[in-house]
């Protein structure tokens, strides 16, 4: 009985997310009489909100220490755009290459993010701020403003993000590969754990002898990497790598981080929250114009669901905190 | 083999302002059980943060088994099995009891966490300190009292051959207390060398062997407990008389000023009844997380409380936010002034006239003029030590800090002044002069409560003393025909009861 009322309040959050999530999509049924619970729109749904699950994790492990970046979105772009211009002038080269470029350079602004905020001690906020312009900047440098289409990348780099394993497409094995990945990390490594340790309290890490500035930017360097994979795959998936690329993504990936539950404070949140989360933005992505709602409209709706979702949960757990102070006896 | 498992000479710590520790010295035998004693503000919790590596001293030697050891940060000393429980919780709120308890020596197989056992070696040894709580529980749920045995079962679990106790009987029931005591035992028979430090000299009579006095940052003498008269022990942890430090003087008291009946928050306090008059200073005693600051964040608007009526001056009130409380005329000091009651990267005058802006506001704007003369005013009747008003709160030191904050609640029209822990963390010498003020202000008419967990305090300054335990108020005594150790029968008889 004991047993049973912790698992609710415990994951109280998760099981809101999903509760909504189930309840869109199945008002979404009805409105579209059965058009969106076919197979092959869920996979499609799941592949179109792989790149928001993957980043989102990888921001998720920023928040956890209590920052933020919002470079994201300029990280994936440069990353993207050197990738494209590498492919372009070199067309024989390795895709693996290519790969170990984009990590290279999500994780050479991920530490640069993380030394200004830790060592430098600017705030998160606008620390990322900055390097969100200055790494936008270094993406018109290199492209001088022109694109690179598709007609210049090779059908094997295209490939990328279409072919199938297992009858699943690549980017929903790179999602979930990412997501099994941040769970054993964030869970099952003590510097995984030291992320939550430094965001729920720095005193209390400071006594443990957490290296605490460590830590921070190693959160930073990881949402780089995972940022710089996620603009590769960008390219390859829309098949082409504009200036513009990625303006603005971050907004997606925090609302999805808040949205799972993660506390923006630090030291809460959780890998299911996270990915629900990012499924419930990447499904309203993807069936509000399935609904044909009016473009104009979906942004405010987009913002009403997320608020619904945070409003829910905090009244939720403002519930489960109350109970537990009835149960104490004076 | 040396004579001392741990030696320290000659420890020298500044921190801007203060000198926390001026050449002390310490030595621990292998096995046994050594108390720390001294005052609020002796520099017992600076000397462990040093031996822990939280702090480096800017002189001095530490030996480990006669060799000279250099701690740079937490790991090097918990390398050495030396473990520590620190008075301020060190817990991670969001984290669960068993995380807490392996954060800094997780369980691993394979190279991975291994949460299972984990949990199951958490259970035993909550189990074995005779607690039920739940590792999986976050320990931001638990109360302060749990907390504690999670501490405890944290430092035993990371093995350690030196163990430092910085106050754990503080927030401890009477029978929590008897079990830590029987815990400490097993573990000194287990070769475990300890150092106990506490304000209560029954804790110490109970479990140690020698005993080391600091007074005033200095290192007075080191006592063996065996044959050891208590007289001579208070007076080598004060120094001094009583009368010297507390400045109490008689005041006649007016009206009652602030009534409460009855007051109750589900699961924090209940039942709550005083009242204060004109002129006197009522103590609020009580062990850590006996509910007294929360009983007054609910008085003075910043918490709700349930049920119950507050009167202040025979009318009915409830205020919903501290600035309601402040224009009817209740002030509150808080706990944590660095925290609550400063802006500290702010000049002085700008902070004492924070909550009454409106009193210098006109249509050209905020008259800096008369801010800053009310600022010299004040800090010239309350001595305090500025250069000028000009200068940042950051840059005083505690006792002048607190001062400003004074000269900021003195700025409203106040009748009742809330003053929650008012000397804490403050010199000795400013502290004399904090009590000064509190008769001063008390003289002038002000309904002052003290709300203070320093018991000699509490005493002697207070005219009565409400002592709370357990969210409850079951007793208002005379300060003059009461002792400390019946104040403290008071909070522990009920923890008693209840736990």
Known sequence: MNDKRNIFSRNIREIVLAFMIVLIAFAVQFRTGGLFFTGSNLFDLLREASILIMVSMGLMMVILTGNIDLSIGSIMGLSGMLCALTLKNHQDIPLFFLFLLAVFIGAFCGFLNGFIVAKLHVYALIATLATKYIFRGVIYLFSGGAWVAQAEMTPEFIAITTVRFLGINSLIWFAAGITILSFVYLNYTSSGRHLFAVGNSQSAAEVTGIRIRLTQIRSFVLCGIIAGLAGLLWVCKYGNAQSESCDGYEISVIASVVAGGCSIAGGEGTVAGVLLGALLMGTLNNILPLIRVSTYWQQAIKGFIILISIVINAAMQKRVKKQELRRREL | ?499
């Open chain 2, 1 to 499: 083999m040396a004579e001392y498992l741990l030696e320290l000479k000659d420890i020298v710590k500044r921190f801007p302002g203060v000198t926390a520790l001026d050449h002390v010295q310490f030595q621990l035998k292998k096995g046994e059980i050594h108390a720390l004693m001294g005052e609020n503000g002796a520099g017992k919790s600076t000397f462990i943060k040093i031996i822990t590596g939280v702090h480096i001293p800017e002189e001095g030697q530490i030996f480990l088994n006669g060799e000279e050891v250099f701690f740079c940060n937490p790991l090097d000393a918990s390398a050495k099995s030396i473990a520590a429980i620190y008075q301020h919780s060190t817990a991670y709120p969001h984290l669960t009891v068993a995380e807490n308890i392996f954060i800094s020596h997780y369980e691993k197989r394979k190279r991975l966490l291994n949460w299972p056992a984990m949990y199951k070696k958490a259970e035993k040894l909550l189990r074995d300190l005779g607690s039920d709580i739940d590792p999986r529980e976050e320990i931001g749920s638990l109360t302060v009292a749990e907390q504690q045995v999670v501490e405890i079962a944290k430092a035993i679990s990371a093995n350690a051959k030196i163990l430092i106790m910085d106050e754990p009987t503080a927030a401890l029931s009477e029978r929590e207390c008897e079990q830590l005591y029987r815990i400490t035992g097993q573990l000194k028979e287990n070769g475990t060398s300890i150092i106990f430090i506490s304000h209560r000299i029954e804790d110490m009579y109970r479990l140690a062997s020698r005993v080391t006095v600091f007074r005033d940052s200095r290192y007075i003498a080191t006592y063996e407990v065996e044959g050891l008269e208590k007289d001579q022990l208070i007076s080598a942890m004060v120094g001094r008389k009583i009368s010297d430090l507390y400045p109490k003087r008689e005041i006649k008291k007016g009206a009652p000023v602030l009534q409460v009946e009855h007051l109750s928050r589900q699961g924090v306090f209940k039942d709550i009844s005083f009242e204060v008059h004109q002129g006197e200073v009522l103590g609020f005693a009580g062990l850590v997380g006996a509910g007294r600051t929360e009983l007054f964040e609910s008085i003075y608007g910043i918490a709700p409380f349930d049920s119950g009526t507050i009167r202040l001056d025979q009318k009915e009130v409830r205020f919903h936010h501290p600035e309601e409380a402040i224009r009817a005329g209740v002030g509150y000091l808080p706990e944590d002034r660095q925290r609550h009651g400063l802006v500290l990267s702010w000049e002085i005058f700008k902070n004492v006239t924070l909550s009454t802006l409106s009193k210098y506001t006109s249509l050209r704007g905020i008259d800096t003029k008369k801010e800053k003369e009310a600022a010299r005013k004040s800090s010239e009747e309350l001595s305090t030590k500025i250069q000028s008003v000009y200068d940042t709160a950051e840059s005083l030191s505690g006792g002048n800090q607190q001062k400003v904050v004074v000269s900021k609640l003195l700025d409203a029209d106040l009748k009742v002044l809330i003053l929650d822990e008012p000397t804490k963390g403050v010199d000795v010498g400013a502290k004399a002069q904090i009590y000064e003020i509190i008769m001063d202000l008390a003289e002038k008419g002000y309904a002052i409560i003290l709300i203070s967990s320093e018991m000699p305090e509490v005493v002697s300054m207070s005219d009565r003393i409400a002592v709370m335990a357990n969210g409850r108020l079951p007793e208002i005594v005379d300060a003059k025909r009461t002792t400390q150790e019946q104040i403290l029968e008071i909070a522990l008889n009920l923890n008693r009861q209840k736990g």
